[in-house]
C-alpha cells in the first residue's frame, strides 16, 4: 500500500502561481512513477503531468511551458510548480502513484483561478 497526501491548493488570481506537494508513504519502493491528474466539474479526469524514478517528464499540452513538475526522493515528495495559471486551470488535482500492478490516488486538492 502506498499513501499520498496532496497539500498547496488554492484560489489564485489568472496569471498567478500555485506549487502543489504529494508526499508518498507506504511501500515507497513500490513506486516506479508519479504523476498529477485533474477533473473539472463535468469533464473526464486528465492527465496534467508525469514523472518516473529516472526523472523523464512528460505534460499535457495545455500546460507545457507554465508547469513544472519535480521530485524530491529524499522526501519522498512530488511537486507541481504551476504558473501563468488561467481559470481553465480551475479543478480537483489529484496525486498519482503507480509501479507493477498497482496504482494509488491522493484524496485531492481544489485549485482555482479566478479571471
Known amino acids: 500500500q502506498v499513501q499520498l497526501v496532496e497539500s498547496g491548493g488554492g484560489l489564485v488570481q489568472a496569471g498567478g502561481s500555485l506549487r502543489l506537494s504529494c508526499a508518498a508513504s507506504g511501500n515507497i519502493f513500490s513506486i516506479s512513477a508519479m504523476g498529477w491528474y485533474r477533473q473539472a466539474p463535468g469533464k473526464q479526469r486528465e492527465l496534467v503531468a508525469h514523472?518516473?524514478?529516472?526523472?523523464?517528464?512528460n505534460y499535457a499540452d495545455s500546460v507545457k511551458g507554465r508547469f513544472t513538475i519535480s521530485r524530491d526522493n529524499a522526501k519522498n515528495t512530488v511537486y507541481l510548480q504551476m504558473n501563468s495559471l488561467k481559470p481553465e486551470d480551475t479543478a480537483v488535482y489529484y496525486c498519482?502513484?503507480?509501479?507493477?500492478?498497482?496504482?494509488?490516488w491522493g484524496q485531492g486538492t481544489q485549485v482555482t483561478v479566478s479571471s
Open positions: 514523472i518516473t524514478n529516472g526523472g523523464s517528464t
Open positions: 498519482n502513484s503507480h509501479g507493477g500492478l498497482y496504482a494509488y
